[in-house]
């Protein structure tokens, strides 16, 4: 029997990793495309007048009744030193189980650096302009709570084989969008407080990812798997209970700034998977 020739169209091409010095240019734009954004937003919500009211007004569109105010904060309650410890235990475990002792490094690096960022920041650097009556004028941007669970997420991408992408990429939206709107809807946060969280540890998992140059191979669709778990947090808020504050009237502005943060927290997650070795 005569061997024929394989069509080459029909013939699967496996895809190629990106290999570190070409993941450094990526990693390197998302460092600094994430502290310019950041910048901007410090510069609109805390030192003008229109950015003030917009962020105090979007923190002021959702409420929670008593039960549903409860649940919100109990999950906030998880967030302590304690849980980051645990996930720090856990990335440093899963990186020396692959061998990759560098990765545990820089898993602890974007957890301390993002936390202790998030603090000066937020303590000594940053203060909220008296410019508009009615607002508080005290700063409490960025979220130390969000913070904490991003840089927790941030570190497992960085020490996840490719393998586990797929399920750490929307637990990890999952988990960072829940925290973080629930801070806004238990009134402890406005959502630029909650976005600036996400941008200081993108900008800790991209810069430790430049250093660390390591490979990556794109996982397919986990833009989208980022987007359904923060989504999806958002729809669990709404299912517990959490409502426009103005009821039908208010509905569309809540909708807004509910969708707008779960978009915002996934895509902060997915490019922190992006940036980060998958081998």
């Not at 950041?38 to 409420?63: C, H, I, K, S, Y």
């Not at 988990?175 to 973080?180: D, H």
């Not at 729809?235 to 426009?244: D, M, T």
């Not at 039908?248 to 902060?268: E, N, Q, S």
Request: with cysteine; net charge positive; hydrophobic share 55%.
């Amino acid at each position: 029997m005569a061997l024929t020739e394989p069509d080459p169209t029909t013939v699967p091409t496996p895809q190629r990793p990106v290999r570190g010095s070409a993941v450094r240019g990526p990693a390197a734009l998302t460092a600094v495309a994430a502290v310019a954004l950041g910048g901007v937003l410090v510069w609109f919500v805390l030192l003008t007048p229109l950015g003030q009211r917009l962020d105090e007004r979007a923190m002021n569109t959702v409420v929670a009744g008593r039960e549903t105010q409860l649940q919100v904060l109990s999950v906030l309650g998880y967030v302590s030193i304690g849980a980051i410890g645990i996930v720090s235990i856990v990335c440093v475990a899963l990186a020396l189980s692959r061998g990759r002792v560098p990765l545990a490094v820089g898993a602890l690096t974007i957890i301390a650096g993002a936390n202790v960022t998030t603090q000066v920041l937020k303590h000594v650097l940053l203060q909220r302009a008296d410019l508009v009556d009615g607002v508080v004028a005290s700063n409490s941007f960025p979220s130390g709570h969000t913070t904490v669970i991003a840089s927790g997420v941030g570190a497992l991408c960085l020490v996840s084989p490719r393998w586990m992408r797929p399920l750490v990429v929307p637990v990890g939206a999952f988990a960072v969008a829940l925290t973080g709107a629930s801070t806004v809807v238990a009134g402890w946060h406005r959502p630029s407080d909650v976005v600036g969280a996400v941008l200081v540890t993108t900008a800790w998992t991209a810069a430790v990812s430049v250093l660390l140059g390591s490979d990556h191979e794109r996982v397919p669709g986990t833009w989208l798997l980022a987007l359904v778990g923060s989504i999806g947090a958002i729809v669990a808020l709404v299912a517990i209970g959490v409502r426009p504050s103005y009821g039908w009237d208010g509905f569309t502005d809540a909708a807004l700034v509910l969708g707008a943060l779960g978009v915002a927290l996934g895509l902060g997650v997915a490019a922190a998977n992006r940036v980060t070795p998958t081998s």
